[in-house]
Protein backbone atom coordinates (compact mmCIF):
# COMPACT_ATOMS: atom_id res chain seq x y z
CA UNK A 1 0.00 0.00 0.00
CA UNK A 2 1.04 3.43 -0.83
CA UNK A 3 2.38 5.21 2.60
CA UNK A 4 2.34 8.72 0.53
CA UNK A 5 0.10 11.58 3.04
CA UNK A 6 -2.48 12.65 -0.16
CA UNK A 7 -1.47 16.48 -0.58
CA UNK A 8 -4.71 18.00 -1.19
CA UNK A 9 -6.39 21.95 -0.68
CA UNK A 10 -7.98 22.17 3.12
CA UNK A 11 -11.44 22.51 2.93
CA UNK A 12 -14.53 23.17 5.55
CA UNK A 13 -12.94 25.39 7.71
CA UNK A 14 -15.32 26.53 10.44
CA UNK A 15 -13.22 29.51 11.18
CA UNK A 16 -15.97 32.24 9.60
CA UNK A 17 -18.82 31.00 10.82
CA UNK A 18 -18.82 32.54 14.41
CA UNK A 19 -17.48 35.82 14.63
CA UNK A 20 -17.67 38.12 11.65
CA UNK A 21 -14.90 40.15 12.79
CA UNK A 22 -12.66 37.73 12.61
CA UNK A 23 -13.80 36.06 9.81
CA UNK A 24 -13.02 40.13 8.24
CA UNK A 25 -9.77 39.98 9.44
CA UNK A 26 -9.45 36.64 8.20
CA UNK A 27 -10.21 37.85 4.59
CA UNK A 28 -8.36 40.83 4.54
CA UNK A 29 -5.31 39.39 5.66
CA UNK A 30 -5.69 36.97 2.63
CA UNK A 31 -6.88 39.50 -0.06
CA UNK A 32 -2.94 41.39 0.83
CA UNK A 33 -1.30 37.92 0.48
CA UNK A 34 -2.67 37.05 -2.65
CA UNK A 35 -1.69 40.81 -4.09
CA UNK A 36 -4.20 43.24 -3.04
CA UNK A 37 -3.16 46.57 -2.42
CA UNK A 38 -5.69 47.45 0.02
CA UNK A 39 -9.15 46.34 1.05
CA UNK A 40 -12.52 47.08 2.68
CA UNK A 41 -15.63 45.19 3.00
CA UNK A 42 -19.15 47.14 2.63
CA UNK A 43 -22.44 45.55 4.21
CA UNK A 44 -25.24 44.84 1.60
CA UNK A 45 -27.52 47.38 3.23
CA UNK A 46 -24.87 50.42 2.05
CA UNK A 47 -26.95 49.35 -1.69
CA UNK A 48 -30.03 49.78 -0.48
CA UNK A 49 -31.19 52.29 -2.75
CA UNK A 50 -29.20 51.23 -5.61
CA UNK A 51 -30.87 51.32 -9.02
CA UNK A 52 -31.86 48.08 -9.72
CA UNK A 53 -29.44 47.33 -13.07
CA UNK A 54 -26.28 48.21 -10.50
CA UNK A 55 -27.69 46.19 -7.37
CA UNK A 56 -25.60 43.28 -5.93
CA UNK A 57 -28.60 41.41 -4.85
CA UNK A 58 -29.84 41.63 -8.34
CA UNK A 59 -26.49 39.25 -8.87
CA UNK A 60 -26.13 37.31 -5.66
CA UNK A 61 -29.92 37.48 -3.78
CA UNK A 62 -28.15 36.37 -0.44
CA UNK A 63 -25.36 38.61 -0.78
CA UNK A 64 -24.15 39.73 2.57
CA UNK A 65 -20.77 41.32 2.33
CA UNK A 66 -18.84 43.08 -0.25
CA UNK A 67 -15.12 43.09 -0.64
CA UNK A 68 -13.45 45.73 -2.62
CA UNK A 69 -9.89 45.58 -3.54
CA UNK A 70 -7.65 48.05 -4.63
CA UNK A 71 -4.83 47.33 -7.26
CA UNK A 72 -2.05 50.24 -7.50
CA UNK A 73 -1.05 51.33 -10.95
CA UNK A 74 2.88 51.57 -10.85
CA UNK A 75 3.94 55.07 -10.63
CA UNK A 76 6.92 53.41 -12.81
CA UNK A 77 4.12 52.59 -15.25
CA UNK A 78 3.34 56.32 -16.39
CA UNK A 79 7.04 57.22 -16.39
CA UNK A 80 7.84 56.72 -20.02
CA UNK A 81 4.41 58.85 -21.09
CA UNK A 82 5.50 61.72 -18.81
CA UNK A 83 9.12 61.79 -20.83
CA UNK A 84 7.07 61.32 -23.92
CA UNK A 85 9.34 58.02 -25.14
CA UNK A 86 7.71 54.85 -23.71
CA UNK A 87 3.92 54.69 -24.36
CA UNK A 88 2.85 50.84 -24.05
CA UNK A 89 3.82 50.26 -20.53
CA UNK A 90 1.16 52.15 -18.86
CA UNK A 91 -1.41 50.56 -21.40
CA UNK A 92 -0.07 46.90 -20.81
CA UNK A 93 1.60 46.83 -17.13
CA UNK A 94 -0.88 49.89 -15.93
CA UNK A 95 -4.05 48.74 -17.16
CA UNK A 96 -5.25 46.15 -19.31
CA UNK A 97 -2.75 43.83 -17.79
CA UNK A 98 -3.53 44.85 -14.18
CA UNK A 99 -7.38 44.65 -15.33
CA UNK A 100 -7.44 41.47 -17.63
CA UNK A 101 -4.23 39.52 -15.60
CA UNK A 102 -3.27 40.75 -12.12
CA UNK A 103 -6.22 41.22 -10.67
CA UNK A 104 -8.78 38.64 -11.56
CA UNK A 105 -6.08 36.19 -10.09
CA UNK A 106 -6.10 37.69 -6.71
CA UNK A 107 -9.92 38.35 -6.95
CA UNK A 108 -10.74 34.63 -7.93
CA UNK A 109 -7.97 32.99 -5.42
CA UNK A 110 -9.34 35.27 -2.52
CA UNK A 111 -13.04 33.74 -3.63
CA UNK A 112 -11.43 30.11 -3.42
CA UNK A 113 -10.43 30.96 0.41
CA UNK A 114 -14.06 31.80 0.88
CA UNK A 115 -15.63 28.84 -0.78
CA UNK A 116 -13.35 26.83 0.79
CA UNK A 117 -15.06 27.59 4.00
CA UNK A 118 -18.20 26.98 2.58
CA UNK A 119 -20.07 30.15 1.36
CA UNK A 120 -19.98 31.56 -1.90
CA UNK A 121 -18.09 34.03 -3.87
CA UNK A 122 -18.46 36.04 -6.92
CA UNK A 123 -15.23 37.28 -8.16
CA UNK A 124 -15.58 40.00 -10.13
CA UNK A 125 -13.49 42.89 -11.92
CA UNK A 126 -13.67 44.51 -14.49
CA UNK A 127 -16.10 42.84 -17.03
CA UNK A 128 -18.34 45.58 -17.62
CA UNK A 129 -18.47 45.37 -21.57
CA UNK A 130 -22.00 43.03 -21.56
CA UNK A 131 -23.51 45.47 -18.93
CA UNK A 132 -26.88 46.49 -19.88
CA UNK A 133 -26.63 50.07 -19.31
CA UNK A 134 -24.88 53.09 -19.92
CA UNK A 135 -22.36 53.20 -16.84
CA UNK A 136 -21.50 56.86 -17.01
CA UNK A 137 -23.60 58.24 -13.88
CA UNK A 138 -21.73 61.55 -14.32
CA UNK A 139 -23.99 61.72 -17.42
CA UNK A 140 -27.41 60.58 -15.96
CA UNK A 141 -26.41 57.53 -17.00
CA UNK A 142 -28.35 53.93 -15.84
CA UNK A 143 -30.22 53.93 -19.45
CA UNK A 144 -31.04 50.40 -21.20
CA UNK A 145 -28.55 50.05 -23.82
CA UNK A 146 -31.21 49.79 -26.83
CA UNK A 147 -32.04 46.19 -28.41
CA UNK A 148 -29.20 44.69 -26.26
CA UNK A 149 -31.13 42.45 -23.46
CA UNK A 150 -33.95 41.90 -21.36
CA UNK A 151 -35.28 40.54 -18.13
CA UNK A 152 -35.40 36.75 -17.59
CA UNK A 153 -38.10 37.25 -15.97
CA UNK A 154 -40.31 40.31 -13.97
CA UNK A 155 -38.56 41.27 -10.88
CA UNK A 156 -35.22 40.49 -12.29
CA UNK A 157 -32.79 42.81 -13.64
CA UNK A 158 -32.00 42.83 -17.70
CA UNK A 159 -29.01 41.32 -18.08
CA UNK A 160 -26.05 42.10 -17.20
CA UNK A 161 -26.33 44.36 -13.89
CA UNK A 162 -22.90 46.32 -13.69
CA UNK A 163 -21.50 46.69 -10.13
CA UNK A 164 -20.40 50.17 -10.16
CA UNK A 165 -16.53 49.48 -9.24
CA UNK A 166 -15.72 53.33 -7.93
CA UNK A 167 -18.65 53.51 -5.68
CA UNK A 168 -18.23 50.01 -4.54
CA UNK A 169 -15.23 50.45 -3.56
CA UNK A 170 -16.45 54.29 -1.96
CA UNK A 171 -18.93 52.24 0.40
CA UNK A 172 -16.45 49.74 1.51
CA UNK A 173 -14.18 52.68 2.56
CA UNK A 174 -11.37 52.36 0.65
CA UNK A 175 -11.14 55.92 -0.61
CA UNK A 176 -13.39 59.00 -1.49
CA UNK A 177 -14.34 59.85 -5.22
CA UNK A 178 -12.63 63.12 -6.10
CA UNK A 179 -14.14 65.82 -8.31
CA UNK A 180 -12.30 63.99 -11.32
CA UNK A 181 -14.76 61.14 -10.57
CA UNK A 182 -11.85 58.68 -10.18
CA UNK A 183 -11.68 57.08 -6.79
CA UNK A 184 -8.58 58.28 -4.89
CA UNK A 185 -7.29 56.13 -2.15
CA UNK A 186 -5.30 57.64 0.40
CA UNK A 187 -2.69 55.23 -0.89
CA UNK A 188 -1.83 56.08 -4.23
CA UNK A 189 -4.71 58.72 -4.70
CA UNK A 190 -5.86 58.04 -8.45
CA UNK A 191 -3.90 54.95 -9.26
CA UNK A 192 -5.92 52.39 -8.39
CA UNK A 193 -7.58 49.56 -10.79
CA UNK A 194 -10.58 48.09 -8.78
CA UNK A 195 -12.21 44.24 -8.04
CA UNK A 196 -15.12 43.40 -6.31
CA UNK A 197 -15.90 40.27 -4.27
CA UNK A 198 -19.89 39.51 -3.40
CA UNK A 199 -20.24 36.88 -0.83
CA UNK A 200 -23.49 35.50 1.49
CA UNK A 201 -21.13 35.41 4.31
CA UNK A 202 -21.58 38.05 7.02
CA UNK A 203 -18.08 40.19 7.13
CA UNK A 204 -17.82 43.21 9.70
CA UNK A 205 -18.02 46.19 7.74
CA UNK A 206 -15.41 49.03 7.20
CA UNK A 207 -15.94 52.26 8.13
CA UNK A 208 -16.80 54.45 4.65
CA UNK A 209 -13.48 56.62 4.74
CA UNK A 210 -13.21 59.63 6.72
CA UNK A 211 -9.50 60.01 6.69
CA UNK A 212 -7.52 62.88 5.78
CA UNK A 213 -9.18 64.95 3.16
CA UNK A 214 -7.51 63.74 -0.58
CA UNK A 215 -9.54 65.67 -3.48
CA UNK A 216 -9.75 69.38 -1.79
CA UNK A 217 -11.06 70.45 -5.73
CA UNK A 218 -7.64 71.87 -7.12
CA UNK A 219 -8.81 71.54 -10.32
CA UNK A 220 -5.74 70.39 -11.68
CA UNK A 221 -7.51 67.38 -13.30
CA UNK A 222 -10.08 69.88 -15.31
CA UNK A 223 -6.76 72.03 -16.60
CA UNK A 224 -4.48 68.96 -17.19
CA UNK A 225 -7.05 66.94 -19.05
CA UNK A 226 -6.29 67.34 -22.71
CA UNK A 227 -9.91 67.25 -24.53
CA UNK A 228 -11.76 69.03 -21.43
CA UNK A 229 -14.02 66.04 -20.38
CA UNK A 230 -13.74 66.63 -16.95
CA UNK A 231 -16.39 70.22 -16.32
CA UNK A 232 -14.78 72.85 -14.24
CA UNK A 233 -18.37 74.11 -13.58
CA UNK A 234 -20.89 71.50 -13.97
CA UNK A 235 -21.25 68.75 -11.62
CA UNK A 236 -23.18 65.65 -10.30
CA UNK A 237 -24.52 64.61 -7.34
CA UNK A 238 -25.54 61.07 -5.96
CA UNK A 239 -26.50 59.44 -2.61
CA UNK A 240 -24.50 56.66 -1.44
CA UNK A 241 -25.41 54.95 1.90
CA UNK A 242 -26.70 58.81 2.80
CA UNK A 243 -24.00 60.40 1.75
CA UNK A 244 -23.93 63.00 -0.86
CA UNK A 245 -21.10 62.82 -3.38
CA UNK A 246 -20.58 65.42 -5.84
CA UNK A 247 -18.00 65.28 -8.24
CA UNK A 248 -17.71 66.58 -11.85
CA UNK A 249 -19.72 65.67 -14.95
CA UNK A 250 -17.80 64.08 -17.69
CA UNK A 251 -18.23 64.61 -21.30
CA UNK A 252 -17.59 60.90 -21.71
CA UNK A 253 -17.63 61.46 -25.86
CA UNK A 254 -14.39 63.30 -25.29
CA UNK A 255 -12.48 61.33 -22.75
CA UNK A 256 -13.22 58.25 -24.75
CA UNK A 257 -11.39 59.67 -27.58
CA UNK A 258 -8.86 61.66 -25.53
CA UNK A 259 -7.55 58.83 -23.21
CA UNK A 260 -6.74 57.11 -26.50
CA UNK A 261 -4.62 60.34 -27.94
CA UNK A 262 -7.39 61.36 -30.40
CA UNK A 263 -8.31 65.00 -31.32
CA UNK A 264 -11.77 65.67 -33.02
CA UNK A 265 -11.09 66.81 -36.38
CA UNK A 266 -13.72 69.33 -37.49
CA UNK A 267 -14.02 67.64 -40.81
CA UNK A 268 -13.76 64.60 -42.12
CA UNK A 269 -10.38 63.50 -42.79
CA UNK A 270 -8.67 61.21 -45.75
CA UNK A 271 -8.15 57.67 -44.32
CA UNK A 272 -4.02 58.29 -44.49
CA UNK A 273 -4.90 61.59 -41.85
CA UNK A 274 -7.44 59.44 -39.66
CA UNK A 275 -6.31 58.70 -35.66
CA UNK A 276 -8.99 56.22 -35.64
CA UNK A 277 -11.97 57.17 -36.99
CA UNK A 278 -12.96 59.73 -39.71
CA UNK A 279 -12.99 62.50 -37.29
CA UNK A 280 -10.21 62.30 -35.05
CA UNK A 281 -6.55 63.21 -35.69
CA UNK A 282 -3.43 62.64 -32.99
CA UNK A 283 -3.73 65.36 -30.23
CA UNK A 284 -0.88 67.30 -28.91
CA UNK A 285 -0.78 64.67 -26.37
CA UNK A 286 0.08 61.63 -28.84
CA UNK A 287 3.14 60.81 -30.97
CA UNK A 288 1.45 58.22 -33.01
CA UNK A 289 0.03 58.58 -36.74
CA UNK A 290 -2.40 56.05 -36.02
CA UNK A 291 -4.27 54.96 -32.64
CA UNK A 292 -1.89 51.60 -31.73
CA UNK A 293 -3.51 48.38 -30.92
CA UNK A 294 -5.15 47.49 -27.65
CA UNK A 295 -2.84 45.44 -25.44
CA UNK A 296 -4.36 43.18 -22.65
CA UNK A 297 -7.81 43.62 -24.46
CA UNK A 298 -8.44 47.10 -22.64
CA UNK A 299 -4.55 48.89 -23.10
CA UNK A 300 -5.14 51.78 -25.32
CA UNK A 301 -4.47 54.98 -22.60
CA UNK A 302 -2.27 56.49 -24.85
CA UNK A 303 -2.70 59.87 -22.96
CA UNK A 304 -1.59 58.26 -19.97
CA UNK A 305 -4.38 59.74 -17.94
CA UNK A 306 -2.81 63.32 -18.11
CA UNK A 307 -5.49 65.17 -16.54
CA UNK A 308 -7.92 62.64 -13.88
CA UNK A 309 -4.40 60.42 -12.87
CA UNK A 310 -1.01 62.61 -13.54
CA UNK A 311 -2.44 65.73 -12.60
CA UNK A 312 -4.23 64.86 -9.66
CA UNK A 313 -1.46 62.15 -7.94
CA UNK A 314 1.18 65.45 -8.91
CA UNK A 315 -1.11 67.37 -6.18
CA UNK A 316 -2.11 64.95 -4.17
CA UNK A 317 1.86 64.19 -3.81
CA UNK A 318 2.48 67.49 -2.90
CA UNK A 319 0.10 68.30 -0.43
CA UNK A 320 2.06 65.27 1.51
CA UNK A 321 -1.64 63.31 2.01
CA UNK A 322 -0.98 60.39 0.37
CA UNK A 323 0.67 56.86 2.07
CA UNK A 324 2.89 55.45 -0.73
CA UNK A 325 5.72 58.45 -0.67
CA UNK A 326 8.61 58.46 -2.90
CA UNK A 327 12.14 60.23 -2.60
CA UNK A 328 12.09 62.18 -5.45
CA UNK A 329 8.78 64.37 -7.41
CA UNK A 330 7.39 62.62 -10.06
CA UNK A 331 7.36 65.77 -12.75
CA UNK A 332 10.83 66.18 -13.19
CA UNK A 333 10.55 68.41 -16.66
CA UNK A 334 8.59 70.46 -18.70
CA UNK A 335 5.85 68.83 -19.70
CA UNK A 336 6.21 68.00 -23.35
CA UNK A 337 3.42 68.67 -26.47
CA UNK A 338 3.45 67.29 -29.91
CA UNK A 339 3.64 70.17 -32.34
CA UNK A 340 1.75 68.04 -35.04
CA UNK A 341 2.22 71.49 -37.58
CA UNK A 342 6.02 70.57 -37.52
CA UNK A 343 8.13 67.85 -39.23
CA UNK A 344 9.78 65.38 -36.75
CA UNK A 345 13.29 65.61 -35.67
CA UNK A 346 14.36 61.67 -35.41
CA UNK A 347 17.90 61.03 -33.13
CA UNK A 348 21.00 61.02 -35.19
CA UNK A 349 21.61 57.13 -34.95
CA UNK A 350 17.91 55.98 -35.81
CA UNK A 351 17.52 54.02 -38.80
CA UNK A 352 14.67 55.55 -41.04
CA UNK A 353 12.38 52.89 -43.01
CA UNK A 354 14.77 50.98 -45.74
CA UNK A 355 18.15 52.18 -44.29
CA UNK A 356 20.17 49.44 -42.61
CA UNK A 357 20.77 48.84 -39.51
CA UNK A 358 23.09 46.31 -39.86
CA UNK A 359 26.37 48.40 -40.78
CA UNK A 360 27.22 46.03 -43.99
CA UNK A 361 24.82 47.45 -46.56
CA UNK A 362 21.99 45.37 -46.15
CA UNK A 363 18.31 46.98 -45.95
CA UNK A 364 16.05 45.85 -43.25
CA UNK A 365 12.92 44.30 -44.78
CA UNK A 366 9.33 45.44 -43.65
CA UNK A 367 8.08 43.90 -40.74
CA UNK A 368 12.22 42.69 -40.02
CA UNK A 369 12.51 41.92 -36.24
CA UNK A 370 15.72 43.98 -34.70
CA UNK A 371 15.10 43.29 -31.35
S1 LIG B 1 -6.86 66.96 -9.28
FE1 LIG B 1 -7.55 68.12 -7.49
S2 LIG B 1 -9.72 68.48 -7.90
FE2 LIG B 1 -9.11 66.89 -9.30
S3 LIG B 1 -9.66 65.00 -8.21
FE3 LIG B 1 -7.51 65.43 -7.80
S4 LIG B 1 -7.49 66.56 -5.87
FE4 LIG B 1 -9.60 66.61 -6.69
S1 LIG C 1 -8.50 59.84 -19.30
FE1 LIG C 1 -7.62 61.65 -20.30
S2 LIG C 1 -9.29 62.49 -21.50
FE2 LIG C 1 -10.24 61.15 -19.99
S3 LIG C 1 -10.70 62.45 -18.24
FE3 LIG C 1 -8.66 61.57 -17.86
S4 LIG C 1 -7.25 63.11 -18.65
FE4 LIG C 1 -9.27 63.58 -19.53
Not at 78 to 86: F, N, V
Not at 161 to 169: E, K, N
Request: include cysteine; aromatic fraction near 10%.
Amino acid sequence: MDERKKIQREMGQTDMDHDPVEAAEGVKRQALALGADSVGIGSIDRWKDAPTQMDPRQIMPECKSIIAMAFRVMRGSMRGIEEGTYFSNYSAMGYGGITYLYMPMTVINLCKYIEDRGYEAVPMGHQSDWRSVDAWYSEGGGRLKPDFSRPVAPGRAAPDVMIHLRFASYLCGLGEIGYSYMLLTPEFGPRNRLGVILTDVELAPDPIYDGPQLCNRCMACVKDCPTGAISGEETVKVDLAGNEVEFAKIDCDACNKGFRGAEKADCELPEDRQYMSEDTRPGWWSPFYKKPKNLYNTGQAVGGARGCTRACMIQLEKRGVLRNKFKDEFRRRKPWKVDWSSEPQYPQDVAMPGESVYGDGRKTDAGDDVD
